[in-house]
């Protein structure tokens, strides 16, 4: 997985979420008509990202339909585990209560926030 985890840029992040959201695969088009209200770029800039993804293994780009169609090869849970972990090591010296506790005394997350973990992690052990 370490090497999968090629780093996406925050523009890379956006395509490859408007990928992830459709459950089928997408023209450029359809990309950038759903990126609009967030960036104001041609339809060559979206294709040379669209290339880059698909040159670091993250999109799979078909020509058999005469329109490029994309799909995403890395499934979105996948990468954002990876991300995560990876986010954790360097910020938090891996250790997600470092993580909530920076967090919470920078007023970033609110006691209802710590009220929903709670609720999420009793689940998680009834669960088991």
């Known amino acids: 997985m370490g090497n999968v985890l090629k780093k996406l840029g925050e523009a890379e992040l956006e395509i490859m979420q408007v990928i992830w959201d459709s459950e089928s695969p997408v023209t450029s088009n359809y990309i950038l008509k759903e990126l609009q209200g967030r960036r104001q770029w041609q339809l060559s800039t979206l294709m040379t990202s669209l290339t880059r993804l698909a040159d ?65 992690l009793d689940k998680l052990e009834d669960e088991d």
């Not at 990876?82 to 986010?87: E, I, L, Q, R, T």
């Not at 360097?90 to 710590?114: F, G, T, V």
């Open 56 to 120: 670091k293994g993250f999109i799979h780009c078909d020509r058999s339909t005469g329109s490029n169609l994309y799909t995403s090869i890395i499934p979105e849970n996948e990468y954002k585990a990876g991300a995560s972990k990876h986010f954790l090591e360097k910020l938090y010296n891996n250790s997600i209560q470092n993580m909530i506790a920076s967090l919470y005394s920078n007023r970033a997350i609110k006691d209802s926030d710590i009220e929903e973990l709670r609720n999420f």
